[in-house]
């Protein structure tokens, strides 16, 4: 009989976005850099796209996220809108603070 648990061998990909409740502004890019730098310490794969984050790993770890979905109320996203979120996330990790 084997000791491995059922999830043990099962494979997951997730995707996540944040919300920008109780923020003074609208914008999450910082946080989202906050959660790159989480993610890179994490052990997971992940990729970064203009409206939101891909994980992949062991079913266990990557259930360990919260995955949310969110959208922009205080204004329309005109074409680009995504490649233009990903490109501020990728600025603010550049810049390292």
Not at 31 to 48: F, M, N, P, V
Not at 57 to 69: L, Q, S, Y
Request: aromatic content about 6%; some cysteine.
């Amino acid at each position: 009989m084997s000791s491995q648990k059922p999830n043990d061998s099962l494979y997951a990909v997730a995707d996540f976005c944040l919300i920008p409740m109780g923020l003074p502004t609208p914008s999450v890019g910082p946080q989202i850099a906050e959660c790159q730098r989480i993610l890179e310490k994490s052990g997971l794969e992940y990729r970064l796209h203009g409206y939101g984050t891909n994980v992949e790993g062991p079913w266990d770890k990557v259930m360990e996220t919260d995955v949310r979905i969110g959208t922009r109320t205080d204004r329309v996203i005109a074409g680009g809108g995504n490649d233009k979120k990903k490109q501020r996330v990728e600025e603010i990790l550049a810049n390292k603070d």
